[in-house]
């Protein structure tokens, strides 16, 4: 069902992994560019009419509005399950912990008597939240991208999601209800590049914004990287991701229902064991095909774990294991060996780690606390998860007083030439009256 990388003894790359060597799904979002422009253009010019029709055109719904009323969103929460209403409060309520310890302070450095620099952060003023649709429903997005951008002091939160044929032409009533749970009352049934492009440039019923994070499909993603400096991305998402790091003593039974727990989301999720076990690599497998045989999404789980993007790959020792992982940088990497917490304080790349036996990825996916909206297709080697500071802008704030400026005026003047811009010493220069050199004794 899965298949194997032998990378033991001398296959082991001896310069390094090439992260080529793994496995990885496709998702050329260059590609993707040439579908999303003229949609994107097209809301450009015509705004809500042009997101309509491609909710017709790809959705199947007619519309009238975009915008979800009030009244609806609070319908949907008062029908919410009282289960599912509890699990999302626990949800919300763990997430608050966790964001708002990442407030940040601003910070004042006196650099000279009479000279401060202070990092001042500044909420991003209003963002547009994308929550998928699809094989799946996220209420569990709408928690993840709401608490944070909250937790930061955005002002203005916008959501939008696909919407649905079977619930007309509305988002799942879950996500509308996790909405209104989080006190958000501006939704919009919109999708696809459509809705970035709606978020990005605005229309008569919504605002643009200066911000938009969320997952979504690739066309989401190509949209995001097309209109990208118009307005910020959290990262362009692609197909979901784990990593298991095991040893001899995991659990196969564990390591395999995980496996399936990631490859449920879509036949492109990727599925990745990096283990020191052949023996455990083996019981992997038996239990794959009898837990995947009883599982509800079996082809969707089949597909993903037959897919190139899933492997087992195995290694000689734990060093090399983490060697394979920090070069494939998992979205989810879950650390099943003897001293997890020791090994997991040595991975470097990881959108999320998650240590130990009783740690799955399923529990950051809702009640960690943690945030699941995290760096994809190897991107967590430069990028991070969501978190309040994706909404945050830091802002240098320079106060110098006169004095201050003149113990240091020399030293701008003799850069500015070094750089051929003479203009830049002058408005210093201007200050004092035109003067060229400048002493650090008191000025007059």
Same mark, same amino acid.
């Given at each position: 069902?899965?298949?194997?990388?032998?990378? !033991?003894?001398?296959?082991?790359?001896?310069?390094?992994?090439?992260?080529?060597?793994?496995?990885?799904?496709?998702?050329?979002?260059?590609?993707?560019?040439?579908?999303? !422009?003229?949609?994107?253009?097209?809301?450009?010019?015509?705004?809500?009419?042009?997101?309509?029709?491609?909710?017709?055109?790809?959705? #199947?719904?007619?519309?009238?509005?975009?915008?979800?009323?009030?009244?609806?969103?609070?319908?949907?929460?008062? +029908?919410?399950?009282?289960?599912?209403?509890? +699990?999302?409060?626990?949800?919300?309520?763990?997430?608050?912990?966790?964001?708002?310890?990442?407030?940040?302070?601003?910070?004042?450095?006196?650099?000279?008597? #009479? #000279?401060?620099?202070?990092?001042?952060?500044?909420?991003?003023?209003?963002?547009?939240?994308?929550?998928?649709?699809?094989?799946?429903?996220?209420?569990?997005?709408?928690?993840?991208?709401?608490?944070?951008?909250?937790?930061?002091?955005?002002?203005?939160?916008?959501?939008?999601?696909?919407?649905?044929?079977?619930?007309?032409?509305?988002? &799942?009533?879950?996500?509308?209800?996790?909405?209104?749970?989080?006190?958000? =009352?501006?939704?919009?049934?919109?999708?696809?590049?459509?809705?970035?492009?709606?978020?990005?440039?605005?229309?008569?019923?919504?605002?643009?914004?200066?911000?938009?994070?969320?997952?979504?499909?690739?066309?989401?993603?190509?949209?995001?990287?097309?209109?990208?400096?118009?307005?910020? %991305?959290?990262?362009?998402?692609?197909?979901?991701?784990? *990593? %298991?790091?095991?040893?001899?003593?995991?659990? *196969?039974?564990?390591?395999?229902?995980?496996?399936?727990?990631?490859?449920?989301?879509?036949?492109?999720?990727?599925?990745?064991?990096?283990? =020191?076990?052949?023996?455990?690599?083996?019981?992997?497998?038996?239990?794959?095909?009898?837990?995947?045989?009883?599982?509800?999404?079996?082809?969707?789980?089949?597909?993903?774990?037959?897919?190139?993007?899933?492997? =087992?790959?195995?290694?000689?020792?734990?060093?090399?294991?983490?060697?394979?992982?920090?070069?494939?940088?998992?979205?989810?990497?879950? %650390? &099943?060996?003897?001293?997890?917490?020791?090994? *997991?304080?040595?991975?470097?790349?990881?959108?999320?780690?998650?240590?130990?036996?009783?740690?799955?990825?399923?529990?950051?996916?809702?009640?960690?606390?943690?945030?699941?909206?995290?760096?994809?297709?190897?991107?967590?080697?430069?990028?991070? #998860?969501?978190?309040?500071?994706?909404?945050?802008?830091?802002? &240098?704030?320079?106060?110098?007083?006169?004095?201050?400026?003149?113990?240091?005026?020399?030293?701008?003047?003799?850069?500015?030439?070094?750089?051929?811009?003479?203009? &830049?010493?002058?408005?210093?220069?201007? !200050?004092?009256?035109?003067?060229?050199?400048?002493?650090?004794?008191?000025?007059?």
């Amino acid at each position: 069902m899965i298949s194997r990388i032998d990378l !033991r003894g001398a296959a082991f790359p001896v310069d390094g992994i090439d992260r080529d060597l793994l496995p990885r799904a496709e998702f050329d979002v260059e590609a993707a560019l040439d579908t999303v !422009r003229p949609i994107c253009e097209d809301v450009r010019h015509r705004g809500t009419r042009a997101v309509i029709e491609y909710g017709e055109r790809f959705d #199947g719904v007619s519309l009238e509005r975009l915008r979800i009323p009030e009244a609806t969103l609070e319908a949907a929460l008062k +029908a919410l399950d009282p289960a599912v209403r509890a +699990a999302l409060e626990e949800s919300v309520r763990r997430a608050r912990l966790v964001h708002r310890e990442q407030r940040r302070t601003d910070v004042t450095t006196q650099v000279v008597p #009479g #000279g401060t620099v202070t990092e001042k952060w500044v909420p991003v003023e209003r963002v547009g939240l994308y929550v998928p649709g699809g094989l799946a429903v996220y209420p569990s997005s709408v928690v993840m991208n709401v608490v944070p951008a909250q937790e930061a002091g955005v002002e203005g939160i916008a959501v939008a999601s696909p919407p649905q044929k079977e619930f007309d032409g509305l988002p &799942h009533p879950t996500i509308l209800a996790a909405c209104a749970l989080l006190g958000v =009352t501006e939704v919009y049934a919109a999708g696809g590049a459509q809705a970035i492009a709606m978020f990005a440039y605005g229309t008569d019923e919504c605002r643009p914004v200066s911000l938009v994070t969320g997952p979504g499909n690739i066309y989401v993603a190509a949209a995001k990287r097309l209109l990208k400096g118009r307005i910020g %991305i959290d990262a362009e998402a692609g197909p979901t991701e784990i *990593a %298991i790091l095991a040893d001899a003593s995991a659990d *196969a039974g564990l390591v395999a229902a995980d496996l399936i727990s990631q490859a449920e989301h879509d036949t492109l999720a990727a599925a990745v064991l990096v283990t =020191t076990s052949a023996e455990l690599a083996d019981a992997v497998d038996r239990e794959l095909a009898d837990q995947v045989a009883a599982a509800r999404h079996r082809e969707r789980i089949t597909a993903a774990l037959g897919g190139r993007q899933s492997a =087992t790959v195995l290694v000689d020792t734990v060093a090399q294991g983490l060697e394979v992982v920090d070069a494939y940088a998992a979205e989810h990497l879950e %650390i &099943h060996t003897e001293d997890a917490p020791a090994v *997991a304080a040595r991975v470097r790349n990881a959108g999320a780690v998650f240590v130990g036996p009783n740690s799955p990825v399923s529990l950051g996916d809702y009640c960690a606390g943690s945030n699941h909206v995290l760096p994809t297709g190897g991107c967590a080697c430069h990028s991070s #998860g969501l978190s309040v500071q994706s909404f945050l802008r830091g802002i &240098h704030v320079v106060d110098y007083s006169r004095q201050a400026l003149a113990e240091v005026a020399q030293h701008v003047l003799t850069l500015a030439e070094a750089e051929d811009l003479p203009a &830049h010493g002058a408005a210093v220069a201007a !200050r004092f009256g035109g003067v060229g050199r400048f002493a650090s004794g008191p000025v007059v």
